[in-house]
């Protein structure tokens, strides 16, 4: 990157792994790279680190792991020395992709050129935790990055650069995910790239239009079959690949992860929730408008099977209820 830059980095999951890597790849100089805490994971319930962690250790690049920022906060040795490490980097700028701790006041004002996010949606639309779930549930057409000049707000500071990106049909957090993790590190490098120069011209965030996404609650995961076909098959992509979305077959939890709405095909009779057919392409479910194809589904325990394959050993009947 010409001129260079001195760039702290806060993050802790995938995504901001991705953006990282894009930052090492510029050649950017990382002085220092905050992410979250180990925490436990796995079968074993054994301490992981972060996927930032593992690759800022890979490529020798310091790291610190504060349990808090706040300085007068419930941790503030760990606030204390988080400060004075971010001080002795000098970083020009902080880059902050989903790190999972508030910034507080004394680290907005650091680095000369302040902290820059890297938000997954158009803001000021899904401001907050899961703006990617959120845009599928909502149908939307369209997302993208916004990298952000942060303030005190909740994702309400100006914006420096967006990249817009059609959301596929059929995607899946999951999927979408990745697109938007690259698509993020190249523009925060873009982005880092213009404020070097100063060529960054920041832009309020519009006043309409604000919406939230909100934490994703496991409870959300049920599947609510009075909701319309079109509804449920949304929040199934959106629920992919967590919390996953769920139902209840003969007394037993079941995942849904693959399905397709049939809005033509509907009765009054069939309560929602209803088997209508069954075969080795498709169970056919009644919902509150129209109906829902499930092509690919799981038990608790068991692998993601194709709807043939699930049936062989766990049949299900027409006219059985689910949920």
Known sequence: MTPALRVAFAGTPEFARVALQALHAAGCHIPLVLTQPDRPAGRGMKLQASPVKQFALAHHIPVAQPRSLRVDGKYPDDATAARDALAQAQADVWVVAAYGLILPQW?????RLGCLNIHASLLPRW??????HRAIEA???????????????????DMLLVERLAIGRDETTGQLHDR??????????????????????PVSQPVLGVTYANKIDKAEAAIDWSLPAEAIACRVRAFDPFPGAATQAAGEPIKVWRVAAEPGVDTQYPAPG??????????LVQTGRGALRLTELQRAGGKRLAVAEFLRGFPLQTGQRLG
């Open 107 to 111: 680290a907005l004002e650091m680095p």
């Open 274 to 283: 209803t088997v209508l057919s069954v075969s080795t392409d498709a169970v």
């Open 139 to 157: 149908s939307d057409a369209e997302t993208g990055i916004t990298i952000m000049q942060m303030d005190a707000g909740l994702d309400t500071g």
């Open 127 to 132: 401001r907050g935790a899961a703006p990617i």
């Open 180 to 201: 938007l993790a690259a698509l993020g590190g190249r523009s925060i490098v873009q982005a880092l790239e213009q404020a070097a120069r100063g060529h960054l011209r």
